[in-house]
T-cell receptor, first 114, second 114 residues
Framework: KQEVTQIPAALSVPEGENLVLNCSFT??????LQWFRQDPGKGLTSLLL?????REQTSGRLNASLDKSSGRSTLYIAASQPGDSATYLC?????????????FGTGTLLAVQP | EPEVTQTPSHQVTQMGQEVILRCVPI?????FYWYRQILGQKVEFLVS????????KSEIFDDQFSVERPDGSNFTLKIRSTKLEDSAMYFC????????????FGDGTRLSIL
């Protein structure tokens, strides 16, 4: 059974700092991994999707890496800004075919201090 | 950019009442999902839907829950007799064909059962 964990649960950094969020999954047979952002009381915004054949995916100041063999992904945020404050979730699809339901981690609550 | 839209954004209902949550997936997507997130907990899979039938449902999705695609655009989640523990944020998602495709989420409906 696939399980997804994220550490740390919460992180507070000063503005401008580079930071890394971690995501671990127990079953390495994944198609891809998605990173999401969730603002308080709001929906899920997809940030990056990294395919199982990729090792990295970049979008602006965000860089996601994937190491399937070790069951890990990291989300690197460069030059953090107060507007980056949110909860960051990772998720992997399970089931394939007509299902491909996402299994989510518990998230990392990020606070960027001005 | 096309979006998944959900209505209402907030629904307050008395325990025991029926509630219908509505979603309009992205127009060319064929796979549809409902997830829920109880306050402070993980996002959990409820049900996936493809080709006008449920492809998978979780243990949470019991006989009180049903989904329907009544026309070519809407996708609904019905809870027949709501319980206090149904209070949560409910997210609809959709995706294109292909196990490597990302899921796109709506902003959610906050369901409060009194």
């Amino acid at each position: 059974k696939q399980e997804v964990t994220q550490i740390p649960a919460a992180l507070s950094v000063p503005e401008g700092e580079n930071l890394v969020l971690n995501c671990s999954f127990t079953d390495s047979a994944i198609y891809n991994l998605q990173w999401f952002r969730q603002d308080p009381g709001k929906g899920l915004t997809s940030l990056l999707l990294i395919q199982s054949s990729q090792r990295e995916q970049t979008s602006g100041r965000l860089n996601a890496s994937l190491d399937k063999s070790s069951g890990r992904s990291t989300l690197y945020i460069a030059a953090s800004q107060p507007g980056d404050s949110a909860t960051y979730l990772c998720a992997v699809p399970v089931g394939g075919g007509a299902t491909n339901k996402l299994i989510f981690g518990t998230g990392t609550l990020l606070a960027v201090q001005p | 950019e096309p979006e998944v839209t959900q209505t209402p954004s907030h629904q307050v209902t008395q325990m025991g009442q029926e509630v219908i949550l509505r979603c309009v997936p992205i127009s060319n997507h064929l796979y549809f999902y409902w997830y829920r997130q109880i306050l402070g907990q993980k996002v959990e899979f409820l049900v996936s839907f493809y080709n006008n039938e449920i492809s998978e449902k979780s243990e949470i999705f019991d006989d009180q829950f049903s989904v329907e695609r009544p026309d070519g655009s809407n996708f609904t989640l019905k809870i027949r007799s709501t319980k206090l523990e149904d209070s949560a944020m409910y997210f609809c998602a959709s995706r294109l064909t292909g196990s490597n495709q990302p899921q796109h989420f709506g902003d959610g409906t906050r369901l409060s059962i009194l």
